[in-house]
Nanobody, 126 residues
Framework: VQLQASGGGSVQAGGSLRLSCAAS????????MGWFRQAPGKAREFVAA????????YYADSVKGRFTISRDNAKNTVYLQMNSLKPEDTAVYYC????????????????????WGQGTHVTVSS
């Protein structure tokens, strides 16, 4: 299983970026997918998750209303549309696949995810 994240970069505050995470080596339509981030000197934190069924989505309070997670199961890809970016969004963003299929809990817990991408850098300047 491999996850390839892309789309990071440097933007000014108020700008937008769209992250993509392409999964290979398996079929992930039955798995929850998540995005996490880690800022310098800080612990990794939950950003957003999308459930395997019905596309239910979950967000950290800090990004709710600004970020949108989506998935294209035909392409084995999950996206994170980030709008109204703030300097505090600066971090390395990681996508991850939940550890088991058909899960209905634990979306925010990084320990529940067992396949991680390499991370993509997002820098937001003021």
């Amino acid at each position: 299983v491999q996850l390839q994240a892309s789309g990071g970069g440097s933007v000014q505050a108020g700008g937008s970026l769209r992250l993509s995470c392409a999964a290979s080596g398996g079929t992930f339509s039955n798995y929850n997918m998540g995005w996490f981030r880690q800022a310098p000197g800080k612990a990794r934190e939950f950003v957003a998750a999308i459930r395997w069924s019905y596309g239910s989505t979950y967000y950290a309070d800090s990004v709710k209303g600004r970020f949108t997670i989506s998935r294209d199961n035909a392409k084995n890809t999950v996206y994170l549309q980030m709008n109204s970016l703030k300097p505090e969004d600066t971090a390395v963003y990681y996508c991850a696949v939940y550890g088991r299929p058909y899960a209905s809990t634990g979306y925010r817990d990084s320990a529940k995810y067992d396949n991680w991408g390499q991370g993509t850098h997002v820098t937001v300047s003021s």
